[in-house]
């Protein structure tokens, strides 16, 4: 069965754990830019959150009871949720 | 620990240093990031990359980037390079005069731009003219991803052997003899130098610079990008609406990113609504379809601005191993090959091979010998 940890970009777990073993990635805001994890259309709200859920498998150690600052989740950024281009356009 | 080449900033010109430097064998090159690779400026650029410059230092410095570029997707497994062209749009007579002269200039240093008419405009990009009376094409400029550049090119650096520090900021370089001897890490752990420390850090030399008592005339000019979701590829030039200074380019992913002239004051990173509104009405006034695409996020980064638009390249007054890399004027992500591959030849050949990059020293603001540049957008 294909995990999937990312379903806007369509990540599979398998690979972000090969990929941080052969890498050397340590941290949240380096994932992100490798695989585009929280840069799709939910904005991080699933795969960001799963993510934190299987800290321990990804990175080792644990999120538990650590800030989002000491974890390094990237920031959120509006809009909250994908709206269209036209809501801006003036006239 | 005893470093070689200790490189303070993890974005595209630090990373490009240690990649030319790891190529010719250099040993013991450590990076140190304060944040993560590509915090900076880097990460937030919108990737374009073009030899169709006002100034001959630029035109020449980004040909030879250029030639550097096309290299390195070869050499950086994932890294992506596509010539896909620029495309100046011109609305008013006294734009399409000026450009003219500046495609001739440019052919003359061997930069390929041409004048579109307006039925030429559309064999190119899919475009409502309105009121566009020509355009200036760049088929020689191209786009990078600079998401891509940085994993591929810090993949590489790592078979290289060059270690990568991130969440180590640089806290203090200690001088003595006109020498850097050591940088202190996170004020706590002290790193000696045996040969050279660059400075790359972006905007942030100007506080490193300090430290050590050199000015530096940077000034922080915060810029406003946005993304859309992925969409349909359309549009294959990085597209530049020239009087009012707002651009559209398409990635291979079909990301739409949107940039525009936006003044700020120098450290408001607050963002804008009216940004929004300017970068999508003009926009789509040319392109409507973008109209549908669904906005993804806005951010700011940093143009680091000196008071000629130009770099600023080679060692620190009073200290003879101190080398910084900074004031690209929101050029930097496209220079960075060929600025790596000169600091490379200053650490190695004591001096830099191209004559432009020796008109770069920051000496030439005490000097009065300031360069000049016309052409800058977005």
Known sequence: MVKLLCICEEITLEEVQRVIEEEGIKDLETLKRRFRVGMGP???RYCINTILRMYPQLFGGTAKGKSDTELNVPPSRPPLKPIPLY????? | MVVEVA???????GLMTAYYLAREGVKDIHLFEERYLGFGSTGRCAGGVRASFASDVHVRLMKESISRWLSLREEVSGLEFVQDGYLWLLTTEELVEAHKRLSAYQNSLGVPTRILERDEIREVVPIELNDVLAALYDPM??????LKFLWSVRRRLRELGVAIHEYAPVTNVRISGGRARSITINESKEVEVSGYVVVAAGVWCKDILERIGVKIPL???PHHLLVTERYARFIKPL?????????????ETGSLLIGTEYPVPEDD????????RKAVTIMSKYFPQILSANLLRVWVGYYENTPDHHPIIGTTPNTENIIVATGFSGHGYMMSPIIGEEIKNIILEGKPKLPETKQLRLERFEEGKLLKETAIFG
Request: hydrophobic letters at 20%; one cysteine or more; glycine letters at 20%.
């Open chain 2, 219 to 221: 000034k922080k000019d």
């Open chain 1, 42 to 44: 939910c904005g991080g």
């Open chain 2, 7 to 13: 490189i303070i900033g993890g974005g595209s010109t």
């Open chain 2, 141 to 146: 400029a191209g786009k990078a991803s600079p």
């Open chain 1, 87 to 91: 809501t801006f356009k003036e006239g």
């Open chain 2, 269 to 276: 990173t607050t963002l804008r609504y009216g940004y929004l």
């Open chain 2, 239 to 251: 597209t530049i609406h020239k009087e009012s200074g707002s651009y559209i380019v398409q990635h």
